[in-house]
């Protein structure tokens, strides 16, 4: 009997990560340069010299979807659509470098150029800062410029070069915070060859449709699991009553 109500309580509670996870995914769907998380639910079995074997359901974030998303002309100078399957870098809040594809870029309240999210934009020396009043263009191989409108014949300053990374041959993982990271910590090497698209950004790629279905075959499994825990204790019951008829 516990084999059983065990076993319906893990598959319940893959369940409920599964749903997690894809309300994160479907609150995201609008997010630019969004990755949909992977679920996956692995079998996960006890054995010992007393206890039989049983298969426990163990679920959790296999990973993120890493497909490209839509592209949509924004007309934004800031904006920015990385090409290909290069990363952009940005800085962590615990200072480590990180790494997204969200390309909806700003200038913050210190002059800091942020993406979306409000993490700085790495260049090859730091984050990227822009001098006040400057007026700030974005060239295809990430490069940045300012120019002073006080002096518009001056050619635009040069401010350093969005780093966009390679991921190829490196192990990464979406974290938490929602950024990638590479496995076990370290950096990853510059994309040389990567460009970007100036006024535009990639959508996030999660499919809704398929989504909210994966939401309701969610929810339907928790349901059948919980089902289980009145089936045990219907069991248990009929034998009690038949213990008692036998005595």
């Known amino acids: 009997m516990d084999r059983m109500i065990y076993t319906a309580l893990s598959g319940m509670e893959a369940a409920m990560n599964r749903q997690r996870v894809t309300a994160s995914n479907l609150a995201n769907a609008q997010t630019p340069g969004f990755r949909a998380e992977t679920f996956t639910v692995d079998a996960a079995e006890l054995r010992g010299p007393a206890l039989e074997a049983r298969a426990m359901g163990r679920g959790g974030v296999f990973g993120a979807d890493m497909r490209t998303g839509a592209m949509v002309h924004t007309g934004q100078p800031l904006d920015i659509a990385i090409g290909g399957n290069a990363l952009m870098a940005l800085q962590g ?124 075959e969610a929810q339907r499994a928790f349901e059948r699991r919980a089902k289980l825990f009145s089936t045990a204790g219907e069991i248990d019951t009929s034998g009690a009553r038949l213990m008692s008829l036998r005595s």
């Open 93 to 216: 809040q615990d200072g480590a470098e990180v790494y997204s594809r969200r390309g909806d870029l700003s200038i913050g309240a210190t002059g800091v150029l942020e993406n979306g999210d409000g993490r700085p934009v790495m260049g090859e020396t730091g984050p990227i800062t822009v001098p006040p009043g400057r007026k700030v263009s974005i060239g295809s191989d990430g490069n940045i410029f300012a120019a002073d409108p006080a002096a518009p014949n001056a050619p635009p300053e040069n401010l350093g070069k969005i780093k966009l990374a390679s991921a190829e041959g490196s192990r990464i993982q979406k974290d938490l915070d929602g950024f990638m990271r590479v496995v076990g910590g370290g950096i990853l090497p510059t994309d040389e060859t990567a460009t970007v698209t100036t006024g535009a950004l990639e959508q996030s790629n999660v499919d809704t449709t398929k989504v909210l279905v994966e939401m309701i």
